[in-house]
């Protein structure tokens, strides 16, 4: 059974860089069929799509956030990680690790981990 | 972006009576290509991640009751909750995976009267 678990800092202060990592098990991140990535969501507000990865090559971002995000894989490790520079208090939310299907089976989030708290405060 | 938005915002039902939510698209989800809408419904509960109940509008996830149902084409859509079962007090959202940014409704509470 897929499993994502995210892990990183609780509490990060104004203008550091946030760095998350997701361990995936029961499933592998090198495969082509599916895209790996992280959702954010601010407390009660919607969830807000960061973006994503697939091992064929195509890294989309949310535009809104594409010049601060990074998001990196390690196949070795089955673990991928986001980087979020230059935060503020409107970044603190909870962060969730994701799988999504490529385009055509379906590009929805269908796995996702608990979500890791990270609030921005000096 | 594709605007997501839902109605209403808060929902109060008896159980095992019916709840409906609404939600709109500010552009159609419906591909020509494929003939399928490209929107998905998800059920959150309270410290929990939201988990994936609907996908392609109106197909339901594994291990959901088919007391959840939902509809719509283009740029509306609904999900109806037949007879409201005390477990399924939950934050509903839809959400578009038609374009890049995905996007999320602002969710719909559902709440036991």
């Known amino acids: 059974q897929l499993q994502l678990q995210e892990s990183g800092p609780g509490l990060v202060k104004p203008s550091e860089t946030l760095s998350l990592t997701c361990t995936v098990s029961g499933g592998s991140i090198s495969s082509t069929d599916y895209y790996w990535g992280w959702i954010r969501q601010s407390p009660g507000k919607g969830p807000e799509w960061i973006g994503s990865f697939s091992y064929s090559g195509n890294t989309p971002y949310n535009p809104s956030l594409k010049s601060r995000v990074t998001i990196s894989v390690d196949t070795s490790k089955n673990q991928f990680s986001l980087t979020l520079s230059s935060m503020t208090a409107a970044d603190t939310a909870v962060y969730y690790c994701?799988?999504?299907?490529?385009?055509?089976?379906?590009?929805?989030?269908?796995?996702w981990g608990q979500g890791s708290l990270v609030t921005v405060s000096s | 972006d594709i605007v997501m938005t839902q109605s209403p915002d808060s929902l109060t039902v008896s159980l095992g009576e019916r709840a409906t939510i609404n939600c709109k698209s500010s552009q159609s989800v419906l591909h020509s290509s494929d003939n399928k809408n490209y929107l998905a419904w998800y059920q959150q509960k309270p410290g929990q991640p939201p988990k994936l109940l609907i996908y392609w509008a109106s197909t339901r996830q594994s291990g959901f009751p088919d007391r959840f149902r939902a509809s719509g084409s283009g740029t509306d859509f609904t999900l109806t909750i037949t007879s409201l079962q005390a477990e399924d007090v939950a934050v509903y959202y839809c959400q578009q995976y038609f374009s890049s940014p995905l996007t999320f409704g602002g969710g719909t509470r559902v709440e036991i009267k």
């Open positions: 994701v799988r999504q299907g490529d385009f055509w089976s379906g590009n929805y989030p269908d796995s």
